[in-house]
C-alpha cells in the first residue's frame, strides 16, 4: 500500500446525508402494501402464572389479521443466542416484567390495540423473587422451576491470594454497588416481517447480528436457515441493547401467521420495560499493596442480578472477572463470579461487557490506596501499570501495553495533573474542585477459544466501482465506512467508488455481531484479504499492458502509478480488460481472529489479547450544600492501534463519554419488587449537552502486532469504562469523601458529606 | 397499573384502563373558538371532557400516555385576550394565559424590569419547547413542581378568569389546589396573569434543582422578590414562594415576614430559610427523598434570597 488514500483520513460516513436530511430509512419508516401493525401483550404483574388465556374475543375483532400465543409458534418457544432460556410468548409463568403473553397483527394501530385488549388472561399473582441474595439462601424458591438461582458460581485464581495479604503492608476493602442501566438508542428495537412466495420469511431488522438473528428466527418458524433472510436497514444505535434478538422474531412469527407483512416496533416505555439492562453488582473487593505501593493482592467477590434468564450474564461475569486487576500487575487474584436469577429485569449485553463495573472498583480502589499511603493518583498507577510483554494474571501475555502509560502520561499532561491545585479547590465558600483520573483495559474481540471470525464478498465491475457485501450490521458506530475506507485503499480507487451493501443475509456471508469492538479487526481484515486477488488481477493487466515489472505498479486513487508517476491507465480500464482476458474481479475473503501459538499458557477462560488502554481525567465542581457535581472538564487518551477513520475513533469516545457521564451521576433504573419505576425518558435521567464539558481529546496510535488491520483495533467500548471512577475520583478529591455506589446521585453525594460536611480543601 | 411510571410530581394520574404499553393517542375532538365566550360556553358544556390546548407541552403528553382521557381540545390561541403581552412601567405586566416563554423573555423592557420571571420562563423545558409552552399552561396544569408558579407567587400576580358566572380574580397563590387541580370552576377558563409595577429597589429570582442541567422537572424550586428601603440595607417587603415541597406551589408568609424583621443579614435570611423548611411538606419519589427537598428548599430559599438582593442593590 502507499501513500494514504482512504484510510486515516477525515472521511464522511456514506449515508451520512440521507441520515442527517431524515431520507434513511430505518424500522419504523419501512412500509409496504398490505403492511399490519404488530403488537405484544404483556403482563401486568412480575411474577404470574397463567390461569386462562383466551383469545379468541381478539380473533374476531374485524382487522385482527394474527392473534398468537405459545401454542401457535410452528417452531422453539425459547430463544436467546447462547443458551435459549427466555420464552418468546409465555407458557405459563410470567418471570418478569417484560414477558410477552401474547402477539398480535391487525390492520391499523388502534385495532392491534383493540385486540390486546380483548384478549382473556386470567393471572394469579405469584410473590416474586427480587433480592439477589436473599434469592442465593436456602429456601428462597426457585425463580424458574427445576432450576437452580445460582445461575453461574465461578472462581477463578492465581498466585497465593492468602499469603499476599497477610504480609501487605495496607489493605483496602470495600463493598460496591453498581445499579441497572439503560441503552436508551435512539432507535427503539423493531423487525418487520414479509412472507416470501416461496414461503420464506424476509425480516428488516435493527439488530447486531443478523445472521445470528436469522438463526433464532428460523428456529421459531421451525424453518431451515436458508428460508429465512435478514436485512439490516439503517439502525439508530444498539450499544449492546440489541446483541440479542427481540421483537424481530415476533415480527417474523406473526406475518408468518398472518400472510402479509407485519411491523412491530416497541413503544419507549415498553423498551425500557422490556430488554436487558446492564447488570447491576455488588462487589467486595479486598486490595493489599507494599509500603511503596506495589500491588500484592486482589481478592474479590461480585454478585449480580440476573433476571430470570440467561442473555449475555454469562458473557459480562466473565470479563468483569478478567478485568478486575486492570491494567496493572497483579501476581495474586481471587475473583469469584455469581449470577442469581431473580423476578428482576433481564440483564445482558451494554457497551463493555462488565468491565465499566469492574473498572468503578478496581479504580476506585487504586485512589482508595493511594490516599492511605499518601501517594500520588498518577505515580501509583505507573508504578504497577503493565506494558509490553507484561504477563497478566489471567495469564495473557500483553502484546503492545506501551499505551496504558503513555496514555497516563498524556493525559495527566493535557489536564495539567501537577499543578492542578492552582484552579482553586474552594470557588466559594459551598463549592469544592477536585481532579481525578481512571486508566483501564478492554479487550477487543471475543475472547480466545470462541469463534470470531468474518467473511465478506468484494466485487469490481467494469467501471472501477466496487460493491462490498458484509454481514456486520452498522448501528451507527460506523463499520460500513471503515469497510468502505479499506476496500477504498487497498483496491485503489476512491472511497466514493465503493458501494457497501447493508449486511443482508441472501447476500453477504457472516460476520458474526457487531460486539466486543471486534468488526474492524475481523471484518476488516476479510476486507483486505479479499482485495488481493482483485488487485492482482489489476496488476497483472497492466503488467501486461504496460511492460513494466509488476512490483513497480501500484494502484491509488482510481489510477495505475508507474514508480510513484501517475499513469494514464484508469482501474477501470484495467477492470474492463481485466473482465475481457477473463482475470477474477471477485472474491471472497475470510479472517478468524489470530492468537499466538506460541503463548504461555493463558488460564483465564475466554480471554482477549488485544487491548484498548485509556486514561481518563476529570475535574469536578461539587456543590457542597445540594451535593451536586458538575463536570468541568473531562481528558480523554485513548489508544486506538491505528485509525482507519478519525472521525469514528473521536466519535466513539465523545458518545461513550456522555454516557459514562450519566453512568457515573444520575442513570439508573428505579425497580420495586420487579416493576420499573421510570420507564420513561422524562424520568430516566440522560445527560444532555450541557452536562457534558467540551472533550479534550487525544488519540494514541500504538499498532497492534498481529492481527488488526493496519494496527488498528476496536474503540467503542473503552470509552464508557473509565469515566464513572475517574468522576469518583475527582469527587473524591474536591470532598475528601469516598464513595461506593453508583450512580453518584447529588443526594448520595450530600449524605457523604453528611458525616463531615465540607471539609476544608486538602 | 403498577408497571405505569410512577406519574411525575402532580401530573394528574388517570390511571390507564389498558395494559398496553403503547404511546398511540385515541382520536379527539378539537376546535379553536375565536371569543372567550365561546371558549367558556364549551367548557361549561363539556365539563371534564374538554381541556383547553394552549402550547400543549403538557396536555398532549398526558394524551398519549393515556394520563388524562378527554373528547375534546379547546384551542384558545385563536382568541386574542390570551394572547395580549403588555407592559407598563406605571401599570404593570400582563400575560395573556397562551403566551408562550420566548415572547416573554425576547421582549426587552419585561426583561428588565421582571428578572426573576425570566430566570423562570427561561428553564421551562428548551428553546422548542419555550417557543410553544405559555406560563397559562404551566400554572394550569397545577404540577406542585411547575417553574413559574412560585416566581408568580413571590412576584404578587393575579390571576384573571373569565366563565359563565363573568370574570374574577384570584391571587396566583389560591389558583392551584391539588395536584392537577385548580380553583377553575366548570366553563372557566384563565385568561391572563397580572403582575404589579417593579418597585423601587425591588429585586427576584428563581432558581430550581435538577439533577442534570437543563431539560427536567424541579426537584425543588424557590422564588423569591424583594423591595429594599432606600439605603438597601434593610428588606420593607418579602415574598416567597417554592415549589415541589407541597401538593401545590406555596407561599410562605412566614418566610418572608422573616426577612423584613431587621437589618440584612446571614442570620435574618436564615430565619426565611427556616421558615421555609418548616412549611415543607414534601414526598419521596424518584426525583428525590422527603428529607433531601427538606434540606434543598432551604439552600434554594437562601440563594434565591441572596439572589433577590443582589439584583436589587445593583439597580
Ligand atoms: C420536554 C419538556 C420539558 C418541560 N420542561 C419543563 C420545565 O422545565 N419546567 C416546567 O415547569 N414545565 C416543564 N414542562 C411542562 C410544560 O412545558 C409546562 O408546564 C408548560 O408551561 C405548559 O404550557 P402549555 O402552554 O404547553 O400548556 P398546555 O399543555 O397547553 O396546557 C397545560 C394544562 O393547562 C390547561 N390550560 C392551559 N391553558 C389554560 C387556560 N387558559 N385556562 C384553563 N386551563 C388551561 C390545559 O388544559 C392543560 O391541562 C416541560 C414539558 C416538556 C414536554
Not at chain 1, 333 to 356: Q, S, W, Y
Amino acid at each position: 500500500m502507499i501513500d494514504s488514500g482512504a484510510v486515516g483520513r477525515w472521511v464522511s460516513a456514506p449515508g451520512a446525508y440521507d441520515i442527517v436530511t431524515g431520507k434513511a430509512r430505518y424500522c419504523p419508516d419501512l412500509d409496504f402494501p398490505g403492511m399490519l401493525i404488530g403488537k405484544l401483550l404483556y403482563s401486568p404483574h412480575a411474577r404470574a402464572c397463567i390461569r386462562r388465556l383466551d383469545v379468541t374475543a381478539a380473533r374476531m375483532i374485524p382487522g385482527v389479521i394474527a392473534v398468537l400465543t405459545h401454542a401457535d409458534i410452528p417452531g422453539e418457544n425459547s430463544y436467546l443466542y447462547a443458551e435459549p432460556d427466555q420464552p418468546l410468548l409465555v407458557v405459563d409463568e410470567v418471570r418478569f416484567q417484560g414477558d410477552a403473553v401474547a402477539a398480535v397483527a391487525a390492520i391499523d394501530e388502534q385495532t392491534a390495540d383493540a385486540a390486546l385488549r380483548a384478549i382473556d388472561v386470567e393471572y394469579q399473582a405469584l410473590d416474586g423473587i427480587f433480592d439477589p441474595l436473599a434469592a442465593m439462601q436456602a429456601g428462597a424458591g426457585q425463580v424458574v422451576a427445576g432450576k437452580d438461582n445460582i445461575m453461574m458460581h465461578k472462581t477463578y485464581r492465581t498466585g497465593d491470594v492468602a499469603a499476599a495479604l497477610a504480609s501487605a503492608h495496607v489493605i483496602v476493602e470495600n463493598t460496591y454497588r453498581t445499579q441497572w442501566a439503560e441503552h436508551a438508542f435512539l432507535e427503539t428495537e423493531g423487525g418487520v416481517g414479509l412472507v416470501d412466495a416461496d414461503g420464506g420469511v424476509t425480516v428488516y431488522s435493527s439488530c447486531q447480528a443478523p445472521h445470528r438473528d436469522r438463526m433464532q428466527i428460523a428456529r421459531a418458524l421451525g424453518l431451515p436457515e436458508s428460508r429465512v433472510r435478514v436485512i439490516t436497514p439503517y439502525i439508530g444505535g444498539a450499544f449492546g441493547g440489541k446483541d440479542e434478538a427481540h421483537v424481530q422474531i415476533h415480527a417474523a412469527l406473526l406475518a408468518h401467521a398472518a400472510r402479509r407483512p407485519v411491523r412491530l416496533i416497541r413503544g419507549r416505555r415498553e423498551s425500557i420495560l422490556t430488554h436487558v439492562k446492564r447488570h447491576p453488582f455488588i462487589v467486595h473487593c479486598i486490595t493489599a499493596a507494599t509500603r511503596d505501593g506495589r500491588l500484592l493482592a486482589v481478592k474479590a467477590r461480585a454478585i449480580v442480578d440476573a433476571g430470570p434468564y440467561s442473555n449475555a450474564t454469562h458473557e459480562v461475569l466473565n470479563k468483569f472477572g478478567e478485568f478486575i486487576g486492570g491494567p496493572y500487575t497483579v501476581k495474586n487474584l481471587e475473583i469469584e463470579k455469581i449470577a442469581v436469577r431473580t423476578n428482576n429485569p433481564i440483564t445482558g449485553a451494554f457497551r463493555g461487557f462488565g468491565a465499566p463495573q469492574a473498572a468503578f472498583v478496581y479504580e476506585s480502589q487504586m485512589d482508595d490506596l493511594a490516599r492511605k499511603l499518601g501517594m500520588d493518583p498518577l505515580e501509583i498507577r505507573l508504578l504497577n501499570g503493565v506494558d509490553t510483554g507484561t504477563r497478566m494474571y489471567t495469564g495473557v501475555v500483553v502484546r503492545e501495553g506501551k499505551a496504558m502509560k503513555a496514555s497516563l502520561r498524556r493525559a495527566a499532561e493535557m489536564m495539567g495533573w501537577q499543578q492542578r491545585g492552582e484552579l482553586g479547590r474552594q470557588p466559594a465558600t459551598h463549592l469544592r474542585r477536585g481532579w481525578g483520573m481512571a486508566t483501564i483495559l478492554k479487550g477487543s474481540g471475543m475472547g480466545r477459544g470462541l469463534p470470531d471470525h468474518a467473511a465478506v464478498l468484494l466485487e469490481m465491475h467494469r467501471d472501477g466501482s466496487v460493491v462490498l457485501q458484509s454481514g456486520a450490521a452498522d448501528m451507527g458506530q460506523g463499520i460500513v465506512t471503515v469497510l468502505a475506507q479499506l476496500a477504498a485503499e487497498s483496491l485503489g480507487v476512491e472511497m466514493s467508488s465503493v458501494h457497501v451493501v447493508r449486511a443482508d443475509t441472501a447476500q453477504a456471508p457472516d460476520a458474526g455481531a457487531s460486539c466486543a469492538s471486534r468488526q474492524v479487526m475481523v471484518s476488516g481484515n476479510a476486507v483486505l484479504r479479499a482485495a488481493v486477488p482483485i488487485r492482482d488481477s489489476l496488476l497483472q493487466v497492466a503488467a501486461e499492458k504496460t511492460g513494466v515489472a509488476r512490483d513497480r505498479l501500484v494502484l491509488h486513487g482510481g489510477r495505475l502509478h508507474v514508480d510513484g508517476q501517475a499513469h494514464d491507465l484508469t482501474v477501470a480500464e484495467l477492470a474492463r480488460r481485466a473482465l475481457f482476458r477473463g482475470y477474477p474481479l471477485q472474491s471472497e475473503g475470510r479472517y478468524e481472529l489470530e492468537y499466538p501459538a506460541d503463548a504461555p499458557e493463558v488460564t483465564y477462560r475466554y480471554s482477549q489479547e488485544v487491548f484498548q488502554f485509556c486514561t481518563q481525567i476529570a475535574q469536578v465542581l461539587v456543590d457542597c450544600e445540594t451535593g451536586q457535581v458538575a463536570v468541568e472538564r473531562l481528558v480523554a487518551v485513548h489508544d486506538a492501534g491505528k485509525m482507519i477513520n478519525p472521525g469514528g475513533v473521536y466519535g466513539q469516545i465523545e458518545g461513550g463519554v456522555a454516557q459514562g457521564i450519566g453512568y457515573a451521576l444520575t442513570e439508573e433504573l428505579r425497580v420495586t419488587e420487579g416493576h420499573t419505576l421510570n420507564a420513561s425518558l422524562e424520568n430516566y435521567v440522560i445527560p444532555m449537552a450541557l452536562d457534558i464539558p467540551e472533550l479534550e481529546m487525544d488519540v494514541l496510535e500504538m499498532p497492534e502486532p498481529l492481527g488488526a488491520p493496519l494496527g488498528a483495533k476496536g474503540i467503542a467500548e473503552s470509552p464508557i469504562i473509565p469515566t464513572a471512577p475517574a468522576i469518583r475520583n475527582a469527587i473524591l478529591d474536591a470532598i475528601g469523601r469516598p464513595l461506593y455506589q453508583l450512580p453518584m446521585t447529588a443526594e448520595r453525594v450530600l449524605s457523604a458529606l453528611d458525616a463531615a460536611p465540607c471539609a476544608d480543601p486538602a | 397499573m403498577l408497571w405505569l411510571a410512577e406519574p411525575p410530581l402532580g401530573h394528574k394520574l388517570n390511571k390507564a384502563k389498558t395494559h398496553l404499553w403503547d404511546d398511540s393517542m385515541k382520536d379527539i375532538d378539537y376546535t379553536a373558538p375565536r371569543t372567550l365566550a365561546e371558549a367558556a360556553a364549551l367548557l361549561n358544556d363539556k365539563g371534564d371532557r374538554a381541556r383547553i390546548l394552549a402550547g400543549g407541552t403538557d396536555i398532549i403528553v398526558q394524551l398519549r400516555e393515556h394520563r388524562r382521557d378527554l373528547d375534546l381540545l379547546v384551542d384558545v390561541k385563536n382568541i386574542a385576550e390570551v394572547n395580549e403581552l403588555t407592559f407598563d412601567p406605571a401599570r404593570g405586566l400582563r400575560i395573556g394565559a397562551a403566551v408562550p416563554c420566548y415572547r416573554i423573555y425576547e421582549n426587552k423592557d419585561i426583561a428588565k424590569a421582571y428578572p426573576g420571571l425570566i430566570d423562570a420562563v427561561s428553564l421551562v423545558g428548551g428553546v422548542q419547547i419555550q417557543s410553544r409552552a405559555s406560563v397559562g399552561g404551566n400554572l394550569c396544569n397545577a404540577s406542585p413542581a411547575a417553574d413559574t408558579t412560585p416566581m408568580l407567587i413571590a412576584l404578587e400576580a393575579t390571576c384573571h378568569i373569565a366563565g359563565p358566572q363573568g370574570p374574577r380574580q384570584l391571587p396566583v397563590e389560591t389558583f392551584c389546589t391539588a395536584p392537577g387541580r385548580t380553583a377553575l370552576e366548570r366553563g372557566e377558563l384563565l385568561v391572563s396573569i397580572d403582575l404589579p409595577a417593579p418597585k423601587p429597589h425591588s429585586g427576584a429570582h428563581y432558581l430550581r434543582f435538577i439533577p442534570r442541567n437543563e431539560m427536567d422537572i424541579a426537584v425543588v424550586g424557590a422564588g423569591a422578590s424583594v423591595v429594599l428601603d432606600d439605603k438597601k440595607q434593610k428588606c420593607l417587603a418579602a415574598r416567597i414562594g417554592v415549589g415541589a415541597v407541597a401538593p401545590t406551589p406555596l407561599l410562605v408568609p412566614d418566610a418572608g415576614a422573616a426577612l423584613v424583621d431587621g437589618a440584612l443579614s446571614d442570620a435574618l435570611i436564615d430565619k426565611a430559610v427556616q421558615a421555609a423548611r418548616a412549611a415543607a411538606k414534601p414526598i419521596s419519589d424518584m426525583r428525590g427523598t422527603a428529607e433531601y427537598r427538606k434540606h434543598l428548599v432551604g439552600v434554594l430559599v437562601k440563594r434565591a434570597v441572596q439572589g433577590a438582593i443582589h439584583r436589587a442593590r445593583e439597580k
